[in-house]
């Protein structure tokens, strides 16, 4: 099924590259995944388990052996969910929901308007409404109030009688919102996983792994995950007090779609609970139980089982347009609801709000991409890109950060100008450069108005005037990470294979080591010498080609976003010619018939491959 890998190590390189590519066309030089010394666990593996030698490979180049291996082939809630009281303020805060829910005290969410967000808020919505319990939920305007708790925001729920809140993926840096809501009444429950400084809002508890003085080890959670826990450490609560003594207890299992939903659009690691969280979501989602999910996914015209592919790249955009370019509220309304047709409803005003987001989004690339461009004609040796202009739509900014980073391979802030004289934007990293605790630094320098994220991800405020100060704090403070960062341009592959060996069996081995995402690597593989026909042009942007080798099996492969960059252009004068091609393979059904397809990654030319 694959055939032998070839290395050359080339001089001054200690490390071998993989057919000899030292330089492809994204500028990577191709290397083996799994590390020699893990050979003999690879081996191991499919001796013990009875296991192809390809699915041991692929599992011991992710951190699997013969005694864990179980837990990577099936990710289970029993083995890997941690227990909840592990985390920092869980059983304080646990106790306190568990309170207001027996008491039937008024309760209101506050949520953000990304899809971790929206599903957070559908997670308590629903937890409480098993109980017998309405909420009052707040989502707020991503272009009118930005991101987080304001003062106004929960002041005014706590005057309109709720006496506990809960901020869900946000609220780990709103202190004046907090202090201002305590004053009012109400009292407050962070529920998040952003990033935290050493000192934390004035809350009730703050529930978030990644706060500094929490040793829990579970940073890689989504804001879902770790509301999934808090659920169940407030179920364990009440059934302890004996609440569900004459009550049905919620079927917190039946909301693993949800979680699963939002932990791979957040682009958490794909390891541990994670992993079993996607897992048996997907398996809740193709139950088709949640009105939302089934509505939005006939709208989208899904005909086959949800995969995360379904979830990172149809579902999720159409959730993430309602806070991008609609009402933000849609996205939290659609996953909660049980009412048919108001999920109908919603979801055809989301599929239309993202045909629309597409358009804007489309036009904002082009000026980013020439700004970007021109940035790097006049310094090409600089470590970020920061780009700004006067009518971007905020609720994009996001969007065009990331195809910055990605097509420049630069950290990437892009802002957008307003009348009052700041600038809000977000920012896209690359592997191993940490945004979140710089742009964090930038804030308690007073350089920045707002600002907080992940290492991958991180949104800020700041005044205009101060726009140059900003720019150089973030180039001094980045620029040794990113030099560190691009010295590394490998690209790991996990063997070599013949377009006759891109099969379905194949893809139902490997789909026993997924699921795949970041943190646990969908499979990359090389497709030696293979020759180019049919190379076209797909809507301006996409190279599409047939890939056949030498004994005359095929495969159909397609590049993304590719046309206009050093990928495309090497597909696209290769037809007929040779080319080393690697990506990952995905299954595609037309008019009821199932196939292989290679999303094609990066390539390189054989000829200039050889020493």
Excluded at 217 to 226: D, F, N, R, T
């Amino acid at each position: 099924m694959t055939a032998a890998l070839k290395y050359q190590t080339l001089e001054g390189e200690p490390t071998p590259a993989l057919l000899g590519v030292a330089h492809s066309a994204r500028g990577r030089r191709w290397v083996e995944r799994l590390d020699p010394a893990r050979a003999l666990a690879a081996t191991a593996i499919s001796q013990a388990h009875g296991l192809p030698e390809l699915l041991g490979r692929v599992l011991a180049a992710r951190g699997a052996d013969t005694h864990t291996v179980s837990r990577y082939l099936d990710p289970s809630l029993r083995t890997l969910l941690p227990d909840p009281a592990r985390l920092q303020d869980m059983e304080r805060a646990a106790e306190r929901f568990a309170s207001a829910i027996r008491d039937a005290e008024p309760v209101a969410v506050f949520g953000d308007y990304d899809v971790d967000g929206a599903a957070s808020v559908a997670l308590i919505e629903r937890f409480l409404r098993a109980h017998g319990q309405d909420v009052v939920t707040y989502i707020p305007d991503r272009l009118t109030e930005g991101y987080g708790p304001t003062p106004a925001a929960l002041t005014g729920l706590a005057k309109d009688g709720a006496r506990l809140i809960l901020t869900v993926d946000c609220g780990t840096t709103a202190d004046a919102a907090i202090a201002a809501a305590n004053e009012s009444g109400a009292e407050i429950i962070v529920i998040d996983h952003h990033q935290a400084d050493e000192a934390l809002p004035p809350a009730f508890a703050v529930v978030n792994p990644n706060r500094q003085d929490d040793l829990s080890g579970q940073g890689h959670l989504a804001a879902a995950g770790v509301v999934f826990l808090f659920l169940v450490a407030t179920t364990r609560v009440l059934r302890r007090e004996g609440y569900y003594r004459d009550r049905t207890e919620p079927d917190l299992l039946s909301l693993l779609d949800l979680v699963a939903l939002a932990t791979v659009c957040d682009v958490v690691p794909l390891k541990e609970a994670n992993r079993a969280f996607v897992a048996k979501g997907l398996k809740v989602m193709r139950l088709r139980q949640n009105q939302g999910l089934r509505a939005l996914a006939d709208e989208a015209r899904i005909d086959e089982a949800p995969s995360v592919y379904t979830l990172g790249f149809i579902l999720g955009p159409r959730i993430n347009a309602g806070g991008r370019i609609g009402a933000s509220s849609l996205g939290a309304r659609l996953l909660a609801s049980d009412d048919e047709i108001e999920a109908r409803a919603i979801a055809a005003k989301l599929e239309a709000l993202n045909t629309e987001r597409r358009a804007i989004e489309e036009r904002m690339l082009e000026e980013a991409f020439a700004a970007a461009e021109a940035s790097l004609a006049a310094s090409s040796d600089q470590p970020l890109l920061f780009l700004s202009a006067e009518g971007w739509h905020k609720g994009l900014l996001g969007l065009i950060a990331g195809r910055i980073a990605e097509r420049f391979r630069l950290p990437a802030f892009v802002s957008a100008l307003e009348p009052d004289g700041t600038a809000t934007g977000s920012a896209r990293s690359i592997a191993s450069v940490d945004l979140g605790a710089a742009v964090r630094a930038a804030l308690q320098e007073g350089l920045l108005v707002k600002g907080g994220g992940h290492a991958m991800a991180a949104g800020f405020k700041l005044e205009r005037r101060k726009q140059e100060a900003v720019q150089a704090f973030l180039l001094e403070r980045l620029a040794r990470p990113v030099a560190q960062a691009m010295a590394i341009r490998h690209l790991a592959i996990d063997g070599a294979l013949s377009s006759g060996g891109a099969s379905k069996e194949l893809m139902d081995l490997l789909d026993r080591a997924g699921p795949f995402g970041p943190g646990h690597p969908e499979p990359r593989f090389v497709f030696p010498a293979h020759r180019l026909s049919r190379v076209r042009r797909i809507k301006g942007l996409h190279v599409r080609c047939t890939l056949s080798a030498s004994d005359g099996a095929r495969i159909e492969a397609c590049a993304f976003r590719v046309a206009d960059t050093p990928l495309g252009a090497l597909l696209l004068a290769g037809e007929g010619l040779p080319l080393h091609i690697t990506g990952h393979l995905r299954r595609t059904s037309w008019q009821g018939r199932e196939s292989v397809e290679l999303m094609i990654e990066d390539a390189a030319d054989p000829q200039a491959s050889r020493p």
